[in-house]
């Protein structure tokens, strides 16, 4: 588009990217449907949808109209009440119409359901984040809720409804619910068992829940599953926002986190006063059965950061297609071809990483490998993944220019979301000691990832050797907590060339075992591959976006 000042004309200037399908032009999601004969369902319809100008203005006016806080009524009555944009709502309503918040039906007959919704969810991350976060808390709920057959009974239904009810109302009366989890405390952070909320039990079965948590997301949500400790230790407790006669629970806002990202999304610092906490399972197990919750949000935290690399991806590679230098585009200048290369293949890797996780979801409740795959496969996909993404988004950002700097563009709010998930559900250290325990004491779980690592095997030699010895290590079971950073990325890389071995073109999967386990001391850098062939440049690059 071209424009006329006074001074001088424009040209040369990309225009923004939209009345695309996030998608179709994502070939990686249609090949491991494909291959795995999944059925895709309407991911090809939600993809255009997403890619709508209309929806793309949504989650930008999301971002720049925040969250509000009203404590109070005009009266001075405590109301506790947080008011979101208009367009929050719009997002939550497409969102949840679309089953991405819907945890599947005990013994779902509807095969690759958890694998669905998941690219529903990668999908949907890639125009806005913030409103994911009670999205993804209430299809993670479900699992802990069934701890607790007579309340599951009852809010399951609406948690799974696939209908939006932002009314304040009491919960068994509305259409469709949410879910929220409140855990950590100011003294402890993600050591839940220093929390101090005490539950104190009452005659009729409930709990009043004295206390406080230091980060409650989405505290607009009908429901919360929460930590406290009562006569029998740290129990799990579902708290409703309202209770079933209209009245407002004993839970007070104390105020709203200021974030640097996911700025759509509240988080608050809460209060409970006093509030009624029904009792979810074994009461003297409560961080095991929330954890139930936990292990399915870090598969979105995961499933999350790999959408934001790969929205970054497309908007380097949309300008870089678009914007001319030193008299060619940038996409045909050659070092530019290296980076996005190499952001192709790390984008790809973690992309697949995720949509393994959630085809092993889908087969956790009948194979007890894949079980053991979903539980310590996503803590090493989420420690990788969500820790790579900050540079990777950086990177992105870079091949805008200063035009990928200015709160304009997407890559701006990409990059202040990218930290997050890496933060959310336990930062890398905790994921890491997750991994390390469930290895050393589960020995089917250390199967389980050896049994995946060598679905790869035979094609790649580089591959071959480096995977026997990661194996050698984890047989011995003698890693150090020291060094227990570098062992799970270590595991972490071969689980992603591995899949792309599998699922990607050799000219893709060479490239990736060479640049990630050939060269030992890889540069800290992107754009950093060896010489290629130029057909497979041009496979790799071409690859990235196809509309």
């Given at each position: 588009?071209?424009?006329?000042?006074?001074?001088?004309?424009?040209?040369?200037?990309?225009?923004?990217?939209?009345?695309?399908?996030?998608?179709?032009?994502?070939?990686?999601?249609?090949?491991?449907?494909?291959?795995?004969?999944?059925?895709?369902?309407?991911?090809?319809?939600f993809g255009k949808l997403l890619g709508?100008?209309?929806?793309i203005d949504l989650g930008r006016e999301?971002?720049?109209?925040?969250?509000?806080?009203?404590?109070?009524?005009?009266?001075?009555n405590r109301i506790d009440q947080v008011?979101?944009?208009?367009?929050?709502?719009?997002?939550?309503?497409?969102?949840?119409?679309?089953?991405?918040?819907?945890?599947?039906?005990?013994?779902?007959?509807?095969?690759?359901?958890?694998?669905?919704?998941?690219?529903?969810?990668?999908?949907?991350?890639?125009?806005?984040?913030?409103?994911?976060?009670?999205?993804?808390?209430?299809?993670?709920?479900?699992?802990?809720?069934?701890?607790?057959?007579?309340?599951?009974?009852?809010?399951?239904?609406?948690?799974?409804?696939?209908?939006?009810?932002?009314?304040?109302?009491?919960?068994?009366?509305?259409?469709?619910?949410?879910?929220?989890?409140?855990?950590?405390?100011?003294?402890?952070?993600?050591?839940?068992?220093?929390?101090?909320?005490?539950?104190?039990?009452?005659?009729?079965?409930?709990?009043?829940?004295?206390?406080?948590?230091?980060?409650?997301?989405?505290?607009?949500?009908?429901?919360?599953?929460?930590?406290?400790?009562?006569?029998?230790?740290?129990?799990?407790?579902?708290?409703?926002?309202?209770?079933?006669?209209?009245?407002?629970?004993?839970?007070?806002?104390?105020?709203?986190?200021?974030?640097?990202?996911?700025?759509?999304?509240?988080?608050?610092?809460?209060?409970?006063?006093?509030?009624?906490?029904?009792?979810?399972?074994?009461?003297?197990?409560?961080?095991?059965?929330?954890?139930?919750?936990?292990?399915?949000?870090?598969?979105?935290?995961?499933?999350?950061?790999?959408?934001?690399?790969?929205?970054?991806?497309?908007?380097?590679?949309?300008?870089?297609?678009?914007?001319?230098?030193?008299?060619?585009?940038?996409?045909?200048?050659?070092?530019?071809?290296?980076?996005?290369?190499?952001?192709?293949?790390?984008?790809?890797?973690?992309?697949?990483?995720?949509?393994?996780?959630?085809?092993?979801?889908?087969?956790?409740?009948?194979?007890?490998?894949?079980?053991?795959?979903?539980?310590?496969?996503?803590?090493?996909?989420?420690?990788?993944?969500?820790?790579?993404?900050?540079?990777?988004?950086?990177?992105?950002?870079?091949?805008?220019?200063?035009?990928?700097?200015?709160?304009?563009?997407?890559?701006?709010?990409?990059?202040?979301?990218?930290?997050?998930?890496?933060?959310?559900?336990?930062?890398?250290?905790?994921?890491?000691?997750?991994?390390?325990?469930?290895?050393?004491?589960?020995?089917?779980?250390?199967?389980?990832?050896?049994?995946?690592?060598?679905?790869?095997?035979?094609?790649?030699?580089?591959?071959?050797?480096?995977?026997?010895?990661?194996?050698?290590?984890?047989?011995?079971?003698?890693?150090?907590?020291?060094?227990?950073?570098?062992?799970?990325?270590?595991?972490?890389?071969?689980?992603?060339?591995?899949?792309?071995?599998?699922?990607?073109?050799?000219?893709?999967?060479?490239?990736?075992?060479?640049?990630?386990?050939?060269?030992?001391?890889?540069?800290?850098?992107?754009?950093?591959?060896?010489?290629?062939?130029?057909?497979?440049?041009?496979?790799?690059?071409?690859?990235?976006?196809?509309?």
């Open positions: 588009m071209k424009s006329e000042f006074l001074t001088h004309e424009v040209y040369n200037q990309p225009e923004e990217l939209s009345g695309y399908n996030l998608f179709d032009s994502d070939v990686t999601l249609s090949s491991f449907f494909k291959v795995n004969g999944a059925d895709q369902g309407d991911l090809s319809d709508s100008s209309l929806v999301a971002n720049e109209n925040p969250p509000k806080l009203k404590a109070y009524d005009k009266g001075g008011e979101f944009h208009p367009s929050w709502h719009r997002l939550m309503e497409m969102t949840i119409s679309r089953g991405v918040a819907s945890f599947p039906e005990l013994d779902d007959p509807v095969r690759d359901a958890h694998l669905r919704r998941a690219v529903g969810l990668y999908l949907v991350s890639q125009i806005e984040a913030g409103h994911g976060c009670p999205v993804s808390m209430t299809h993670a709920s479900v699992p802990t809720l069934r701890h607790e057959p007579a309340l599951a009974r009852v809010w399951e239904p609406l948690l799974r409804s696939r209908v939006y009810d932002s009314s304040t109302q009491n919960p068994l009366q509305k259409a469709g619910l949410t879910m929220g989890m409140a855990m950590t405390e100011k003294q402890g952070g993600s050591d839940v068992r220093s929390n101090s909320t005490q539950a104190k039990p009452l005659d009729d079965g409930t709990y009043e829940l004295i206390g406080h948590k230091w980060f409650c997301s989405a505290p607009m949500s009908d429901g919360f599953l929460t930590l406290a400790y009562g006569p029998e230790g740290q129990g799990c407790f579902l708290v409703p926002r309202i209770l079933e006669d209209g009245c407002k629970n004993g839970i007070r806002i104390e105020r709203l986190k200021d974030k640097l990202g996911n700025r759509s999304n509240a988080s608050a610092e809460i209060e409970f006063l006093g509030a009624v906490g029904f009792p979810v399972g074994d009461l003297s197990r409560g961080v095991k059965t929330i954890m139930d919750m936990v292990g399915f949000c870090r598969l979105d935290s995961l499933v999350g950061s790999a959408a934001h690399m790969r929205q970054s991806l497309v908007q380097a590679v949309w300008f870089a297609a678009k914007r001319s230098a030193f008299s060619k585009r940038l996409v045909e200048h050659e070092l530019m071809r290296n980076v996005l290369v190499d952001l192709a293949l790390e984008s790809k890797a973690s992309t697949l990483m995720a949509l393994r996780m959630a085809q092993a979801a889908d087969g956790s409740g009948s194979d007890e490998v894949e079980a053991q795959l979903k539980r310590v496969g996503v803590a090493i996909s989420k420690f990788l993944v969500c820790k790579r993404a900050p540079g990777f988004v950086a990177e992105a950002m870079e091949c805008l220019g200063g035009s990928g700097y200015v709160e304009d563009s997407m890559s701006a709010r990409l990059f202040r979301e990218s930290p997050l998930n890496g933060i959310w559900e336990g930062a890398g250290n905790v994921n890491a000691l997750d991994v390390r325990r469930a290895l050393a004491k589960e020995p089917l779980a250390a199967a389980a990832v050896e049994i995946e690592l060598k679905k790869g095997s035979g094609s790649n030699r580089v591959y071959d050797a480096a995977v026997a010895s990661v194996l050698d290590q984890l047989k011995s079971r003698t890693f150090e907590e020291w060094g227990t950073r570098t062992f799970v990325s270590d595991l972490g890389v071969l689980l992603q060339a591995s899949l792309m071995i599998r699922f990607a073109s050799q000219a893709e999967s060479n490239a990736f075992v060479k640049s990630r386990l050939e060269l030992h001391s890889r540069p800290l850098i992107y754009g950093a591959i060896d010489r290629m062939e130029k057909s497979d440049v041009d496979e790799i690059v071409d690859g990235i976006f196809r509309l």
